[in-house]
């Protein structure tokens, strides 16, 4: 079992930046890829950004990529999601997620641990 808690979200301006943080324990953190999904109401949860198992790789999603950063502190055992040049469309409620695969990481039927979530606005 992984555990998962989020932190870092929060209202900001558009243009702003904000730095999500997600906590996790249980399990070794190296054995699992983690990525980041958000979700706003009546839509489907969709794909941010994700890095592999061992930091060397990362995905994002297109409407983010050049604005986002994933990266994981093995000391700390946390992910981290920096957002910069935030737009309104980025307001939605963002999730932290752990794979115990490499493959299929923009998938979220490939995540077996989900945290609560993060709320992050962004006002126009």
């Known amino acids: 079992q992984v555990q998962l808690v989020e932190s870092g979200g929060g209202l900001v301006q558009a243009g702003g930046s904000l730095r999500l943080s997600c906590a996790t324990s249980?399990?070794?953190?190296?054995?699992?890829?983690m990525g980041w999904f958000r979700q706003v109401p009546g839509k489907e949860r969709e794909f941010v950004a994700a890095?592999?198992?061992?930091?060397?790789?990362?995905y994002y999603a297109d409407s983010v990529k050049g604005r986002f950063t994933i990266s994981r502190g093995y000391a700390k055992n946390t992910v981290y999601l920096q957002m910069n040049s935030l737009i309104p469309e980025d307001t939605a409620v963002y999730y932290c997620?752990?794979?115990?695969?490499?493959?299929?990481?923009?998938?979220?039927?490939?995540?077996?641990?989900w945290g609560q979530g993060t709320q992050v606005t962004v006002s126009s």
């Open positions: 890095v592999s198992r061992n930091g060397g790789s990362t």
């Open positions: 249980g399990r070794t953190f190296s054995n699992y890829a």
């Open positions: 997620a752990a794979a115990r695969v490499d493959y299929g990481l923009g998938n979220s039927l490939e995540y077996a641990y």
